[in-house]
T-cell receptor
Framework: NAGVTQTPKFQVLKTGQSMTLQCAQDMNHNSMYWYRQDPGMGLRLIYYSASEGTTDKGEVPNGYNVSRLNKREFSLRLESAAPSQTSVYFC????????????FGDGTRLSIL | KNEVEQSPQNLTAQEGEFITINCSYSVGISALHWLQQHPGGGIVSLFMLSSGKKKHGRLIATINIQEKHSSLHITASHPRDSAVYICAVSSNTGNQFYFGTGTSLTVIP
């Protein structure tokens, strides 16, 4: 049972570089989410996709873009990475929007120098 | 301003002890979630509840909607329960999901 798969698990970037974090789920879930987790702070929602074909901003969307490629996949792109984006990124999915248990990926640890 | 507050931030217990972690929230909610994050970083959903009480094995979660408070109890704690426990709420006024900063639990053999 794969659940939610995130790639890569670790990445180091230089300031100004771009990259895309990939997320895929095999549970036929409608809703998918991207969070970041920083020391001393709770998880914060970056973007979410309530259903295939829709995306919406969360609490901290600046500096990020997302694509809901299909029902399975939801990617997060950093166009021009900044040191403030150093964080652990989690992708999650749920059967429906928000009022369902969320299933999380293992996280991507991203460092920007 | 934190919409979700947890206490304590850190907790150390002896194996076998009864543990309580508290969560208070300030927004109207449609559901409250308890999550567990192990040292390796993975996050697992333990409970989702909107009223009353739920039990799964040695874990019990309760919620008091009027007081905007929830508790997570662990009976007969074990070292494998060592993890960070996170309280989160889904707002009833829009597409918002708020997380507490977590309670780091260490259970000593």
């Amino acid at each position: 049972n794969a659940g939610v798969t995130q790639t890569p698990k670790f990445q180091v970037l230089k300031t100004g570089q771009s990259m895309t974090l990939q997320c895929a789920q095999d549970m036929n879930h409608n809703s998918m989410y991207w969070y970041r987790q920083d020391p001393g702070m709770g998880l914060r929602l970056i973007y979410y996709s309530a259903s295939e074909g829709t995306t919406d901003k969360g609490e901290v969307p600046n500096g990020y873009n997302v694509s809901r490629l299909n029902k399975r996949e939801f990617s997060l792109r950093l166009e021009s990475a900044a040191p403030s984006q150093t964080s652990v990124y989690f992708c999650a999915s749920s059967a429906r929007q928000l009022n369902q248990p969320q299933h999380f990926g293992d996280g991507t640890r991203l460092s920007i120098l | 301003k934190n919409e979700v507050e947890q206490s304590p931030q850190n907790l150390t217990a002896q194996e076998g002890e009864f543990i309580t972690i508290n969560c208070s929230y300030s927004v109207g909610i449609s559901a409250l979630h308890w999550l567990q994050q192990h040292p390796g970083g993975g996050i697992v959903s333990l409970f989702m509840l909107s009223s009353g009480k739920k039990k799964h094995g040695r874990l019990i979660a309760t919620i008091n909607i009027q007081e905007k408070h929830s508790s997570l109890h662990i009976t007969a704690s074990h070292p494998r329960d060592s993890a960070v426990y996170i309280c989160a709420v889904s707002s009833n006024t829009g597409n918002q999901f708020y997380f507490g900063t977590g309670t780091s639990l260490t259970v000593i053999p």
